[in-house]
């Protein structure tokens, strides 16, 4: 079984995530600054009012929030998906500043063969039911 | 050493070279194949390894299919090619729009309508069904919020009727739509020297809409589905057109700008008007 990080050139035609990613993160950082200092608001969860349970992105706004007020326990409590593929993109986007900056054109990439992407797809679906059953028990309604 | 291989833009994995000798020979890889190992400039057709020049014959290179037209719904409707352009345009911008063929907007047409259709109707059971189960239509409760006085006093089949016509007109009306939507990027794409015409924009922005439109109507999936096809089309647009994403990407904001702005007049404009009363 192979699971494991690899450093190899951009394919032809590959989508250069390095490009975009740090430039997203950016961009919905400001996005987040400016909707929550001037006070807009999201409508809120269609499925919660209709089911009474959370979705899996419940709680994303208020740990966004707690994020930008530097409150990471908080933050992680609210919806820690949210805040784990933050981390890991923010940590993708660190990397790939400092490869830029050392002049090196590799990027890194996670290769799987057949048994390994089967293990990683459950270890997501266990993953995202553990999630969701943590939203239940602590997200006020 | 290990080595790099890939086919159609996606990596196959890392593999030794008696692994690769021994696919080449029974036919897991192709000699058209993309290697690369450390220390080479970039990925090259497994046919041009040396090591490899027994087995990556003329005959193996004349049997590797060429490259896939580009996005699924090209190569003709049905489900299977409707999810496969979803794919493509989604997961895959650089190499679809890359290859996007020039003409026959009646395959956007068609994705669009494929595209819509289902979601108008999902849409319009699901809000229906959501209001029902509020218990906010026949109670009156939609009265309670400020301009919804009149839907409030309506039962629920009745609203998603009304739901269901109104999104009706918007599906009919979506190519002409997106002919104002790409003319309107078009013109502002025009000081930047675009290679492609106002047709090849056109299909762009109909692949783009299209395949993000049944992601629109899913709640909390929206919110993703909307900065993420930005992105796509700032790719797509800079693709086709062959500029720099980052002139797309200005282009764009100023048509956001604009767009902003004129709401933002038209407010002020309807707020300064005398109330009826």
């Known amino acids: 079984m192979q699971i494991r990080l690899v450093r190899r050139p951009l394919l032809p035609g590959e989508f250069d995530a390095e490009k975009w990613l740090p430039l997203a993160l950016v961009a919905s950082g400001f996005a987040a600054w400016a909707a929550f200092h001037f006070g807009l608001t999201t409508p809120g969860c269609g499925f919660?009012?209709?089911?009474d349970l959370p979705c899996l992105a419940c709680g994303g706004t208020r740990a966004a929030r707690s994020l930008l007020a530097a409150d990471f326990l908080s933050a992680l409590a609210f919806n820690p998906l949210f805040v784990l593929s933050l981390g890991l993109a923010a940590l993708w986007s660190a990397w790939t500043v400092f490869?830029?900056?050392?002049?090196?054109?590799?990027?890194?990439?996670?290769?799987?063969?057949?048994?390994?992407?089967r293990l990683l797809r459950w270890g997501l679906a266990i993953g995202l039911i553990i999630h969701w059953m943590w939203l239940a028990w602590t997200l006020p309604a | 050493m290990e080595i790099h291989l890939a086919r159609d833009g996606s990596s196959l994995g890392v593999f030794t070279e008696a692994e690769v000798r021994e696919g080449l020979a029974g036919g897991r890889f192709r000699a058209s194949d993309l290697a690369w190992r450390q220390g080479m400039p970039a990925w090259t057709p497994l046919a041009g390894w040396p090591e490899f020049a027994g087995l990556a014959a003329p005959a193996l290179l004349a049997d590797a299919p060429s490259a896939p037209?580009?996005?699924a719904w090209e190569r003709g409707a049905g489900f299977r090619n409707f999810f496969g352009t979803l794919h493509d345009v989604i997961l895959n911008p650089v190499?679809?729009?890359?290859?996007?063929?020039?003409?026959?907007?009646?395959?956007?047409?068609?994705?669009?309508?494929?595209?819509?259709?289902?979601?108008?109707?999902?849409?319009?059971?699901?809000?229906?069904l959501f209001f029902a189960?509020?218990?906010a239509l026949g109670s009156g409760e939609l009265s309670q919020i400020e301009g919804?006085?009149?839907?409030?006093?309506?039962?629920?089949?009745?609203?998603?009727?009304?739901?269901?016509?109104?999104?009706?007109?918007?599906?009919v009306l979506l190519p002409l739509f997106n002919v104002v939507g790409a003319a309107l990027q078009h013109v502002i794409l025009l000081p930047w020297g675009?290679?492609?015409?106002?047709?090849?924009?056109?299909?762009?922005?109909?692949?783009?809409?299209?395949?993000?439109?049944?992601?629109?109507?899913?709640?909390?999936?929206?919110?993703?589905?909307?900065?993420?096809?930005l992105v796509i089309s700032i790719i797509a647009l800079s693709r086709v057109h062959r500029l720099a994403w980052w002139k797309v990407?200005?282009?764009?904001?100023?048509l956001v700008c604009c767009a902003l702005a004129l709401v933002l007049v038209a407010l002020a404009l309807a707020g300064s008007l005398p109330s009826p009363d």
Request: aromatic fraction near 12%.
């Open chain 2, 69 to 71: 037209v580009l996005p």
């Open chain 2, 249 to 254: 990407l200005i282009s764009l904001l100023l």
């Open chain 1, 99 to 117: 490869d830029r900056i050392r002049g090196q054109s590799l990027r890194v990439r996670l290769v799987t063969d057949p048994s390994g992407s």
């Open chain 2, 95 to 128: 190499a679809t729009f890359d290859a996007l063929p020039r003409g026959n907007f009646g395959k956007v047409v068609g994705f669009q309508y494929a595209a819509a259709l289902p979601a108008w109707l999902c849409a319009s059971v699901l809000w229906a």
């Open chain 2, 148 to 171: 919804m006085e009149a839907l409030g006093q309506l039962g629920p089949a009745v609203f998603a009727g009304i739901l269901c016509v109104i999104l009706g007109c918007a599906v």
């Open chain 2, 194 to 229: 675009p290679a492609g015409g106002f047709g090849q924009t056109y299909r762009v922005v109909g692949y783009v809409q299209g395949a993000f439109l049944p992601f629109s109507f899913i709640p909390c999936l929206n919110y993703l589905a909307g900065p993420w096809s």
């Open chain 2, 133 to 135: 189960f509020l218990g």
């Open chain 1, 48 to 51: 919660r009012r209709l089911t």
